[in-house]
């Protein structure tokens, strides 16, 4: 993949959350609406494109945990405040590049964490798991060697001990599990696809009614 | 490979007359264990054992012989690998430890046992091992003095990691009437590996089970693809299971990563059944000689109330679910209580009713009923028990044998428990002719590891 080959060739050891999107995009992995800005006038542009409320992030290849440095603005509802939000993100970034990536803000109280690791005996493998802030907490995770088969990924939504918020819960809709298998399935075949890739992070993916979306992804490269 | 199992002659070097002589062993346990081949003790020095002249001049050996096991200074270990080769020898087990297992660098006695294995085509087992043991043909490679005698024949066979493990598990599956069938210790695995074992069980007539004993899996792959076309379960008991996430990782998945949820995750995919101990290889070996359990849904009969709710909590904990039982069944059974005291349900408490018959005939329909996969059924049983509710069943033998028929008539699994005295609980497993638990929750926990084998395999058969 060019845009994977390109981050090698310029030395990056990770793909920024809007390129490793984009490498999830081309697989249909349905990704959040965004685009990255680098000053105040596309930011209203592409604000008012999307459509407010918004999620801004601060964006590069080498900021990975953008929470706990500050870079992160959610729930950003109208041009006033993204406009006072992008100068306080852009004056938080050291280093040159300091784009702005302005997403949908998805709306879903359930947090899954979909990922791919690489054993050194088993090869690529998919992660399922509860996501957000619970994945380091609860450890709820599950895992796989790709290829995975259908099977392998329903079975992978059963065995977590959180499986029940995958079903019709307190109002929510029950998830669209051939979708979340699809995803499952797809991370699988991009470790098996992709021999520059060497981890990948969807998280959160976010239940939005009853569709999976990527709202944040990390993909790290081999070295 | 058959040479490792029942070869016609073996030669067994590093042999000596000196009290403490390991290799030595290797002779006797074959002799004790009734191993009818030629054997060929060969040693630096002059002497007798077992009746037997040590060969000091290996040249002599004759040109036939199918297996050799070598235990000797490590390094020694290449010469003597030449000797046999040079013999025509093609099959060698290398019990000397002191190779990569010992120390990490770049090991000479290694590189040149590999060497001299290429050069006359010999197939090795080891080495840091103790070779094998076959029931049926009576070798028995062990270097350390076994108890044979207490060994049992089975249709499990078992591949260990570890000599130890390997020596423990003859005991232990002797001892819970599973016996076995071989047993390979495969040591540091430089030549012949635990996938080229289990390939030759897969094929092998008197081997029903593989199971495993393993501290790390180096082909992961290999392990997946070859379980997934066994048609003969394989359990896996894998220890070194610590966290070794790498902590340099980036991602969190990465991270979170540790080996042995991976390890988890695959022999799930794989249909490998994973167990925790070597006890629970056990209890999972009788769980496989039952008729396959097909879902989870099951009656649970015990003869006391206490253990009627034992019975069901373990159920609910190994996501078994009790349902509710016809009433015309439930009004007949209550028609044969004694004192009319115990209000029938699923659990089941048989503690009124005091015949064998009308639990026997109880289990039968329950069984038979389309909407139950499974009987799990705690009951008791003792000398003195027994002759007040049924003098024809004083014999363990009786009650197991009709329990047998039903389960196999129904083509449905029975989990049998015994809450009684240890010695009665021996000698209804003794008796073997159908599995019997050591207690109410190993009964449950079998039936689990039994409903999700059953599950894979059916699925995996679909998709064929």
Request: with cysteine; proline share 4%; net charge neutral.
């Amino acid at each position: 993949m060019k845009l994977i080959d390109d981050a090698i060739r310029q030395g990056q050891t990770t793909l920024s959350e809007y390129e490793s999107k984009q490498v999830l995009a081309s697989y249909r992995i349905p990704v959040t609406v965004e685009e990255l800005v680098d000053n105040a006038q596309d930011l209203i542009k592409v604000a008012a494109k999307i459509g407010y409320p918004i999620v801004m992030k601060g964006c590069s290849a080498d900021i990975s945990h953008k929470t706990e440095k500050g870079l992160i603005r959610v729930d950003v509802r109208n041009e006033e405040e993204a406009t006072s939000a992008f100068k306080e993100i852009t004056a938080a970034m050291d280093g040159a590049d300091k784009s702005v990536l302005v997403q949908q803000m998805v709306k879903g109280q359930r947090e899954l964490v979909v990922g791919l690791t690489r054993d050194p005996q088993f090869g690529p493998c998919v992660m399922f798991g509860l996501g957000g802030i619970f994945t380091e907490v609860l450890k709820d995770i599950t895992f796989r060697v790709a290829p995975l088969e259908k099977r392998d990924a329903l079975e992978m939504m059963q065995e977590i001990k959180a499986n029940k918020i995958l079903e019709a819960v307190r109002g929510m809709e029950s998830v669209d599990k051939d979708m979340l298998a699809e995803i499952l399935i797809t991370v699988g075949q991009i470790g098996m696809e992709n021999e520059a890739i060497k981890e990948i992070d969807i998280n959160p993916l976010i239940i939005n009614g009853n569709k999976p979306i990527a709202v944040d992804a990390l993909v790290v490269l081999e070295a | 490979m058959k040479q490792f199992f029942s070869p016609s002659s073996l030669a067994v070097f590093g042999v000596s007359s000196a009290p403490k002589n390991l290799a030595k062993s290797i002779v006797r346990n074959c002799l004790d264990m009734g191993f009818k081949g030629k054997i060929y003790p060969v040693g630096k020095n002059r002497g007798t054992i077992f009746d037997q002249e040590i060969i000091t001049d290996p040249t002599t050996l004759p040109s036939d012989i199918d297996l050799a096991v070598i235990l000797v200074p490590s390094h020694l270990v290449a010469k003597t690998m030449e000797i046999c080769g040079r013999k025509g020898i093609r099959h060698v087990i290398v019990s000397t430890g002191g190779f990569s297992e010992f120390k990490d660098e770049d090991n000479q006695a290694e590189n040149d046992l590999l060497k001299m294995a290429k050069k006359y085509q010999i197939q090795f087992i080891g080495p840091n091992c103790i070779g094998t043991i076959n029931t049926n043909s009576g070798l028995c490679t062990p270097f350390n003095p076994l108890n044979t005698n207490s060994f049992k024949k089975g249709k499990v066979s078992i591949i260990a990691q570890s000599g130890g493990v390997a020596n423990q598990t003859a005991t232990y599956f002797s001892e819970e009437h599973i016996g076995f069938s071989k047993i390979i210790s495969a040591g540091n695995k430089l030549d012949v590996d635990e996938l080229d074992l289990i390939e030759y069980l897969m094929e092998d007539k008197d081997t029903e089970q593989i199971h495993l004993y393993l501290e790390s899996i180096e082909n992961g792959k290999g392990i997946i693809n070859l379980a997934k076309k066994s048609p003969k379960p394989i359990v896996l008991f894998k220890s070194n299971v610590s966290r070794t996430a790498a902590e340099v990782a980036k991602s969190h998945t990465a991270a979170l990563a540790n080996n042995d949820r991976v390890v988890e995750g695959a022999l799930k995919q794989a249909g490998i059944i994973r167990v925790r101990s070597i006890h629970e290889m056990t209890v999972c070996a009788k769980a496989l000689r039952l008729p396959p359990l097909r879902g989870n849904r099951l009656v649970a009969i015990s003869l006391s109330g206490g253990f009627s709710v034992i019975l069901g909590d373990a159920c609910e904990s190994f996501g078994f679910v009790c349902p509710k039982l016809p009433s015309e069944l439930i009004r007949k059974v209550e028609s044969y209580r004694r004192g009319g005291v115990i209000r029938m349900s699923n659990p089941m408490d048989f503690g009124d009713v005091h015949s064998v018959d009308v639990l026997l005939e109880t289990v039968k329909q329950c069984l038979a009923l389309d909407y139950i996969d499974g009987i799990a059924l705690s009951f008791i049983y003792s000398p003195e028990m027994v002759r007040m509710i049924d003098v024809e069943f004083s014999r363990p033998g009786m009650l197991l044998k009709s329990i047998r028929t039903i389960s196999h008539e129904e083509g449905k699994p029975i989990g049998l428990s015994f809450f009684t005295e240890r010695v009665n609980i021996e000698q209804l497993k003794a008796d073997n002719s159908y599995p019997v638990f050591n207690d109410t929750l190993e009964s449950i926990q079998a039936l689990s590891l039994l409903r999700d084998y059953t599950a894979r395999k059916k699925q995996g058969s679909q998709q064929l």
